[in-house]
């Protein structure tokens, strides 16, 4: 399968500060990249999609102001989480499909834990 | 999209065989069936997907009846490796995928 790789793998920060997590499709080129956050005992939640060169779309409750997202690149998007807060802690996955298509697959990073403190 | 169901749990001892079930009974004709798992802490893992016909990778097999609503994702020989959240999607390819709860699978000795 293709490879999907994040960084860092965890990062912890005081609260206020901004946080940026890339995401890069290593062996393809993602046209279309996911972002999705989990909290512990639940499932993954989608937070926001971006096409390459275009504005990401934010999935209803979040907000693109606190979560921006830049997709420069077939092979790289960043989340920038903004003055993060304790609440903000969580498991940031990122996912990435090459073509929009029937059947096509979208492979998913390692995830970052966020912490806030 | 359509919705799936699948139990919460199942427990497998390791070596036999894991049928991990799935119920989508409203898919739509041109609706894939995705699998995917999650081992503790990290992302997701695709294993399989397919439309009508059975497939078999390295990693399991994919049994979808004919009237396409059902399936079961087959692990041959389980291991503790495999203990996981195994997820059942079923979309277009053009959509996102959304996770519902999983099932968990517990591998023991």
């Known amino acids: 399968g293709a490879v999907v790789s994040q960084h860092p793998s965890r990062v912890i920060c005081k609260s206020g500060t901004s946080v940026k997590i890339e995401c890069r499709s290593l062996?393809?080129?993602?046209?279309?990249m996911f972002w999705y956050r989990q909290f512990p005992k639940q499932s993954l939640m989608l937070m926001a999609t971006?096409?390459?060169?275009?504005?990401?779309?934010?999935e209803q409750g979040v907000e693109k102001d606190k979560f921006l997202i830049n997709h420069a690149s077939l092979t790289l998007s960043t989340l920038t989480v903004t003055s993060a807060h304790p609440e903000d802690s969580s498991f940031y996955i990122c996912s990435a499909r090459r073509v929009a298509g029937v059947g096509e697959t979208q492979y998913f990073g390692p995830g970052t834990r966020l912490l806030v403190l | 999209d359509a919705k799936t169901t699948q139990p919460t749990s199942m427990d497998c001892a390791e070596g036999r065989a894991a049928n991990l079930p799935c119920n989508h009974s409203?898919?739509?004709?041109?609706?894939?069936v995705y699998w995917y798992r999650q081992i503790h802490s990290q992302g997701p893992q695709y294993i399989i997907h397919?439309?009508?016909n059975n497939e078999t990778n390295e990693m399991a097999s994919l049994i979808i009846t004919e009237d396409r609503k059902s399936s079961t994702l087959i692990l041959p020989h389980a291991t503790l490796r495999d203990t996981a959240v195994y997820y059942c999607i079923v979309n277009s390819g053009y959509s996102t995928l959304t996770f519902g709860k999983g099932t968990m699978l517990l591998v023991s000795p």
């Open positions: 062996d393809f080129q993602a046209t279309t």
């Open positions: 409203t898919i739509s004709g041109n609706e894939y």
């Open positions: 397919g439309l009508k």
């Open positions: 971006s096409n390459e060169g275009s504005k990401a779309t934010y």
